[in-house]
């Protein structure tokens, strides 16, 4: 970790559950509205829906891991710096229904974030009648206009000489 990611870990460790709370909500554009859930994600989610409260320490764990792993990843760096920047400016009280929407996000963004933004992946090799080796590859990115917009900036610098 460099100085600057230290420094950053620390800011996300040093927020209060509602700063926290703010600084995933703030990142909601970034992430897609349908991105596909695996079973334990959905799970999780279930389990936060049926009792808010019972989980609202872990949803603020999971709310600072997705912020330290978007913060870690380059092309969602800068987004998490500027939420950084103006957490708690507002007054929220938060219910059973933003830790609902809190605990989907945060599942769905370190899905997401830890992904890549790859929604699937599918690799397929096989061996032809001729001996040869056949190699597919297909990857599905999540939609979002944030994460896209990102996505295809990251693209972009990564296949530039």
Request: net charge negative; no cysteine; charged share 25%.
């Amino acid at each position: 970790m460099t100085p600057d990611d230290t420094t950053l870990a620390t800011r996300i460790s040093d927020l209060s559950r509602e700063e926290a709370f703010e600084a995933v909500l703030a990142l909601d554009d970034l992430l897609p509205a349908d991105a596909p859930l695996d079973e334990p994600a959905r799970e999780l989610l279930a389990q936060v829906e049926g009792s808010p409260y019972g989980l609202l320490a872990d949803v603020d764990d999971l709310a600072r891991i997705m912020l330290s792993a978007a913060a870690l990843t380059p092309e969602w760096r800068p987004a998490v710096e500027e939420v950084l920047d103006s957490v708690g400016h507002k007054a929220f009280v938060f219910g059973g229904t933003e830790i609902i929407a809190v605990g989907a996000l945060v599942i769905t963004g370190l899905s997401l974030v830890l992904s890549k933004g790859k929604a699937k992946e599918r690799v397929k090799l096989e061996l032809d009648e001729d001996g040869k080796l056949r190699y597919e590859s297909e990857v599905v990115y999540a939609s979002g206009s944030g994460l896209v917009r990102a996505l295809a900036e990251f693209l972009g610098r990564s296949q530039q000489p």
